[in-house]
């Protein structure tokens, strides 16, 4: 797959806005063609009324003078105001596409961007496409028709000089090419450096207080600095070859005007023109020099928006997750068998974080997995629900495989609760229903019920309507309570927890473990949990170790069998005692 997003909108925008498209082009030639008037009425003016001395209609021409620059620069403010409409479009219609596949998107994509990154994708790197349209291409070809043009014009005043401007045009393009290929190279770095910046601000933010409780504002703000430093090398960069460029374009322009001068002299007469026609040329060939200094910016606003259309393209064209066939409903089956068929998983080639594993959880079993940290517990838990797509194997629901369940479909089939509990903005229902219009007033009041969070949210002002500005209203042992109510709102027949009560003292711990009972009578029910009050609860253990399952059974078989297990749970009950 190689789609360009940002060449679909445009073309698109254009199919659906064809009138604007339309009166778009009658403003641009006008803008070209009232431009190239005012030289051809100065030369007028010089050669009937102070050549010849003849002052007749000097206030008309005058009038029609201004009144055709005035008329210039009103064609010239529908036109901008016309662009920016039509670059709004654009840039609706790109970011609305690239929402569409971040959908879509296989989850790997997140766990090797940034968030950061991923969002100056959105921000930057369009705004910098809607600029080429408004202010890059369309300025460039405005400013080349206008050359064509004073071209045409001069050459009418004079073959002689006329050549001369087409033997200077190379000479300008060259100078712009080399500029524009030093530029391109510049903005692409920009561009990926923009995106680290963006990335390091929202992860600071995020962890503030990590970073004050540790006293690490120092190796926070030195990593911010070297990449505000990289970032203003390439500006500069940038900026650097913009400033040389101009320079360079005005001294061409004076050393071609005072040559015009020269030559049509009374001394040398090489020209043959009349003093009106060479006030006329001049005035031509300084609008000539005038685009010429705008192809500067536009080439580099061109820059700017050809790295940000590579990055976005480069988006736009991430591996999706499969697509999903239609969907038998299992949403209505309360008994779900789980297999885990020769399942491997590597986020790289060659390192394997899950192998071989076969595995079968039968309906309403509550099943615990342990082992070491990073062995691939929450890799394991991410399969399941099918946010990731297994290297090898596969993991079936009832025969179906689960990667093959529609999104929409999922949350009526798991419920996962993950160590932490991510708060939305909106009210304490909205925290449950996660603002989906299914969800009823009843089914969420009798999910907070569940967890026994009920009393706490009717002793608040508002009750369920209370707006939740930040974590505070909520203790953490709540929010973890929220997650689960969170999760079972919708009745799914299989729950997963991963290590949700870590993080807690032993008296909320009691709390949540006592919810986790309560619903492990109704519910297929996978834990992640390295306490013994979980997993005396199970039905099976099973104990991860090198990506492999090490050992699965009851418990108590476990307890007698595996001397790792026992020497977890000892060690357990020596912390507790």
């Known amino acids: 797959m190689n789609n360009n997003l940002a060449k679909q909108s445009i073309i698109k925008i254009i199919k659906y806005n064809k009138r604007l498209v339309t009166i778009l082009l009658f403003l641009i030639i006008g803008v070209v063609v009232f431009s190239l008037i005012p030289p051809q009425i100065l030369k007028k003016v010089i050669d009937i009324n102070f050549v010849n001395k003849t002052y007749d209609n000097l206030l008309f021409y005058a009038v029609l003078y201004i009144g055709i620059i005035f008329l210039t620069g009103i064609l010239d403010f529908f036109k901008e105001t016309v662009l920016t409409v039509l670059g709004q479009k654009i840039t609706k219609e790109i970011r609305i596409e690239m929402m569409v596949k971040l959908q879509k998107i296989n989850a790997m994509y997140f766990?090797?961007?940034?968030?950061?990154?991923?969002?100056?994708?959105?921000?930057?790197?369009?705004?910098a496409i809607s600029s080429m349209f408004t202010s890059g291409i369309i300025s460039m070809m405005i400013d080349c028709l206008k050359i064509i043009g004073i071209i045409f014009s001069i050459w009418f005043f004079s073959f002689r000089i006329g050549l001369l401007t087409l033997l200077l045009l190379p000479l300008i393009f060259v100078i712009t090419r080399f500029f524009q290929k030093r530029m391109l190279s510049a903005q692409i770095?920009?561009?990926?450096?923009?995106?680290?910046?963006?990335?390091?601000?929202?992860?600071?933010?995020?962890?503030?207080?990590?970073?004050?409780?540790?006293?690490?504002?120092?190796?926070?703000?030195?990593?911010?600095?070297?990449?505000?430093?990289?970032?203003?090398?390439?500006?500069?960069?940038?900026?650097?070859?913009?400033?040389?460029?101009?320079?360079?374009?005005?001294?061409?322009?004076?050393?071609?005007?005072?040559?015009?001068?020269?030559?049509?002299?009374?001394?040398l007469n090489f020209l043959g023109i009349s003093i009106g026609m060479v006030a006329a040329t001049i005035e031509l060939i300084s609008n000539l020099f005038s685009p010429i200094e705008s192809l500067g910016m536009e080439i580099q606003s061109i820059q700017q928006s050809l790295s940000g259309i590579k990055r976005v393209n480069d988006f736009y064209n991430e591996i999706e997750d499969d697509k999903k066939q239609e969907f038998r409903q299992l949403d209505k089956v309360r008994e779900i068998e789980i297999q885990f068929n020769n399942l491997t998983f590597y986020y790289e080639e060659n390192k394997a974080i899950l192998q071989n594993i076969n595995l079968k959880i039968d309906p309403y079993e509550r099943v615990t997995f342990v082992g070491r940290t990073g062995v691939g517990k929450s890799t394991l838990f991410k399969l399941i629900v099918g946010l990731l797509k297994p290297s090898m194997g596969s993991i079936t629901l009832n025969g179906i495989n689960v990667y093959d369940i529609p999104n929409l479909e999922k949350r009526k089939i798991f419920g996962y609760v993950e160590q932490n509990c991510h708060l939305i903005k909106g009210t304490i229902a909205d925290q449950v229903s996660l603002k989906d219009e299914n969800i009823t007033m009843a089914q969420i009041k009798q999910s907070l019920n569940f967890v026994g969070l009920t009393d706490y949210i009717e002793s608040l002002e508002n009750k369920y309507d209370t707006i939740v500005k930040n974590d505070n209203i909520f203790s953490q042992g709540q929010k973890q309570l929220l997650a689960i109510a969170r999760a079972i709102v919708t009745n799914p027949?299989?729950?997963l927890f991963d290590e949700i009560t870590s993080?807690?003292?032993?008296?909320?711990?009691?709390?949540?473990?006592?919810?986790?009972?309560?619903?492990?009578?109704?519910?297929?029910?996978?834990?992640?949990?390295?306490?013994?009050?979980?997993?005396?609860?199970?039905?099976?253990?099973?104990?991860?170790?090198?990506?492999?399952?090490?050992?699965?059974?009851?418990?108590?078989?476990?307890?007698?069998?595996?001397?790792?297990?026992?020497?977890?749970i000892a060690l357990e009950k020596l912390t507790w005692n």
């Open 111 to 127: 766990s090797k961007n940034d968030s950061g990154v991923i969002v100056s994708r959105f921000t930057n790197d369009v705004d």
């Open 189 to 267: 770095k920009n561009r990926e450096l923009i995106g680290k910046v963006n990335n390091h601000i929202s992860e600071s933010l995020k962890n503030i207080r990590m970073i004050k409780s540790f006293s690490k504002e120092s190796y926070m703000e030195k990593n911010y600095l070297n990449y505000l430093l990289e970032n203003f090398r390439t500006v500069d960069k940038v900026n650097f070859y913009d400033s040389i460029f101009s320079p360079i374009i005005l001294i061409i322009r004076a050393i071609v005007i005072a040559s015009i001068v020269i030559f049509s002299s009374d001394k």
């Open 493 to 495: 027949p299989i729950l």
């Open 503 to 568: 993080n807690l003292d032993s008296i909320t711990e009691e709390k949540i473990v006592n919810v986790l009972k309560k619903a492990s009578e109704n519910y297929t029910m996978l834990t992640i949990s390295h306490r013994l009050s979980s997993m005396v609860a199970s039905d099976k253990v099973v104990i991860l170790e090198n990506g492999k399952i090490k050992s699965a059974g009851a418990p108590e078989i476990l307890l007698q069998n595996d001397e790792w297990y026992k020497t977890h």
